[in-house]
């Protein structure tokens, strides 16, 4: 009857002893995830820090230029120069199936990106190439990525349906899966970001004016505050 006894109660002991060093280790492995995601998010938010200061560029607008180029991107420049927002312009260079270094050191080199999305946005390899660079900018670097949807529907982009759809599946006739894989991934993750629609403006100008105004305001944030007393 005493074996019995001590039997049970090692057996308890070794159990408990057992739940215990278990209960132990799974606190400390969340401790040490709590504090890698600390310290993850301060390494995240110095380099976007540094990102920010070193920046060449306030704004690289993303866009297709037979859409936008000669009507609502000239007025949007126009305004961005008047708000003395600081734009990468591309001058019309011309271009290619893939974007060259300038425009990724262009896009690596601004505080904000701008993407506007057109109909036939979808229709330019160049944009699409452009456009993974500045979602891959957006989560390595901070890079703000602002949208504007011109004439399309969020949805489409999304799930690449409508004309929007069609012209990205003609875009993709004979590509490498890699690129394509790339591609759809930053529209899906693009068409998430709450934009811009031109369909909810009755006046494209005052449209025009909100963004630069809000561009305007993220810019002053990373200025920080004016060392001029009021």
Same mark, same amino acid.
């Given at each position: 009857?005493?074996?019995?006894?001590?039997?049970? $109660?090692?057996?308890?002991?070794?159990?408990?002893?057992? =739940?215990?060093?278990? #209960?132990? +280790?799974?606190?400390?492995? =969340?401790?040490?995830?709590?504090?890698?995601?600390?310290?993850?998010?301060?390494?995240?938010?110095? @380099?976007?820090?540094?990102?920010?200061?070193? &920046?060449? $560029?306030?704004? =690289?607008?993303?866009?297709?230029?037979?859409?936008?180029?000669?009507?609502?991107?000239?007025?949007?420049?126009? %305004?961005?120069?008047? /708000?003395?927002?600081? @734009?990468?312009?591309?001058?019309?260079?011309?271009?290619?199936?893939? *974007?060259?270094?300038?425009?990724?050191?262009? *896009?690596?080199?601004?505080?904000?990106? *701008?993407?506007? #999305?057109?109909?036939?946005?979808?229709?330019?390899?160049? &944009?699409?190439?452009?456009?993974?660079?500045?979602?891959? &900018?957006?989560?390595?670097?901070? #890079? *703000?990525? +602002?949208?504007?949807?011109?004439?399309?529907?969020?949805?489409?982009?999304?799930?690449?349906?409508?004309?929007?759809?069609?012209?990205?599946?003609?875009? &993709?006739?004979?590509?490498?899966?890699?690129?394509?894989?790339?591609?759809?991934?930053?529209?899906?993750?693009?068409?998430?970001?709450?934009? $811009?629609?031109?369909?909810?403006?009755?006046?494209?100008?005052? +449209?025009? /004016?909100? !963004?630069?105004?809000? !561009?305007?305001?993220?810019?002053?944030?990373?200025?920080?505050?004016?060392? %001029?007393?009021?």
């Amino acid at each position: 009857m005493a074996s019995t006894s001590l039997k049970k $109660y090692i057996l308890d002991r070794v159990l408990f002893t057992l =739940f215990g060093t278990m #209960l132990f +280790m799974a606190y400390s492995n =969340f401790r040490l995830r709590q504090y890698y995601s600390i310290a993850d998010h301060y390494a995240f938010a110095l @380099t976007t820090s540094s990102f920010h200061l070193n &920046c060449t $560029y306030d704004v =690289f607008p993303s866009f297709h230029g037979a859409d936008v180029r000669r009507g609502f991107l000239s007025h949007l420049l126009k %305004e961005f120069k008047r /708000e003395a927002i600081d @734009t990468f312009v591309d001058n019309n260079i011309e271009r290619g199936k893939s *974007i060259g270094p300038r425009f990724i050191k262009s *896009i690596r080199g601004s505080k904000i990106a *701008i993407v506007l #999305l057109s109909r036939n946005y979808a229709s330019s390899t160049w &944009c699409l190439n452009e456009l993974a660079e500045i979602m891959s &900018c957006r989560k390595e670097l901070g #890079l *703000i990525v +602002m949208v504007v949807f011109y004439e399309v529907d969020p949805s489409d982009v999304k799930k690449l349906t409508g004309h929007f759809g069609r012209v990205f599946r003609k875009t &993709c006739a004979e590509k490498i899966k890699d690129d394509i894989v790339r591609w759809r991934q930053a529209l899906a993750k693009v068409a998430t970001i709450a934009g $811009y629609h031109s369909t909810n403006w009755d006046n494209e100008a005052a +449209m025009i /004016e909100q !963004i630069a105004n809000d !561009i305007s305001h993220k810019l002053n944030k990373f200025a920080g505050p004016s060392s %001029e007393t009021p």
